[in-house]
T-cell receptor
Framework: AQTVTQSQPEMSVQEAETVTLSCTYD???????LFWYKQPPSRQMILVIR??????QNATENRFSVNFQKAAKSFSLKISDSQLGDAAMYFC????????????FGQGTTLQVKP | NAGVMQNPRHLVRRRGQEARLRCSPM?????VYWYRQLPEEGLKFMVY????????ESGMPKERFSAEFPKEGPSILRIQQVVRGDSAAYFC???????????FGPGTRLLVL
């Protein structure tokens, strides 16, 4: 079965500093996608970044980047130059071709940004 | 290009009543997913639909819950005879293809009194 695990329930970072959120996953599939979603207090789910498993290059989106270690089944999110608006719950998720594309989510990590 | 629309944003029902949650996918998207988020938990998949077809309902409770995505109009998640345990945020997401990025609506917060 496909699983996603986030082992850090809470993290904090000083404004302008860098923070890394951890995520591990387990799948027997070779074709899958990995995602990070952000859920601010408004509770809207916002896509942060996406990684295709067949791509070796780590995805980046402005201040957000991932460290994708396929062999270790690890998919961490790095947030550089943290801003107050980055404070939110962050969810790691994956889907696979054989699993109808439904997303399997981790438990989430609450990120606090200190001014 | 409007995003995924969900309504109502908040819904209050008494035990035993019916709840109808609506979702309009992004323009050009024909794949709709419903997820439920219980308080202090992550999102859990419920059902995946394409126009007029239920593709995967493995996450749907066997009783009281149903979903549809008609040829015309929004997708509907229907909960009959609601109980307090149904209180949650229900999110709809849509994608262009089944394994492409899913974009989420703002969610419907259901409160059962």
């Amino acid at each position: 079965a496909q699983t996603v695990t986030q082992s850090q329930p809470e993290m904090s970072v000083q404004e302008a500093e860098t923070v890394t959120l951890s995520c591990t996953y387990d799948t027997s599939e070779s074709d899958y996608y990995l995602f990070w979603y952000k859920q601010p207090p408004s509770r809207q789910m916002i896509l942060v970044i996406r990684q295709e498993a067949y791509k070796q290059q780590n995805a980046t989106e402005n201040r957000f980047s991932v460290n994708f270690q396929k062999a270790a089944k690890s998919f961490s999110l790095k947030i550089s130059d943290s801003q107050l608006g980055d404070a939110a719950m962050y969810f790691c998720a994956s889907n696979t071709a054989s699993n109808t594309g439904k997303l399997i989510f981790g438990q989430g990590t609450t990120l606090q940004v200190k001014p | 290009n409007a995003g995924v629309m969900q309504n109502p944003r908040h819904l209050v029902r008494r035990r035993g009543q019916e709840a109808r949650l609506r979702c309009s996918p992004m323009k050009g998207h024909s794949h709709v997913y419903w997820y439920r988020q219980l308080p202090e938990e992550g999102l859990k998949f419920m059902v995946y639909l394409q126009k007029e077809n239920i593709i995967d309902e493995s996450g749907m409770p066997k009783e009281r819950f149903s979903a549809e995505f008609p040829k015309e109009g929004p997708s509907i998640l229907r909960i009959q005879q609601v109980v307090r345990g149904d209180s949650a945020a229900y999110f709809c997401a849509s994608s262009h293809e089944y394994q492409e990025t899913q974009y989420f609506g703002p969610g419907t917060r259901l409160l059962v009194l």
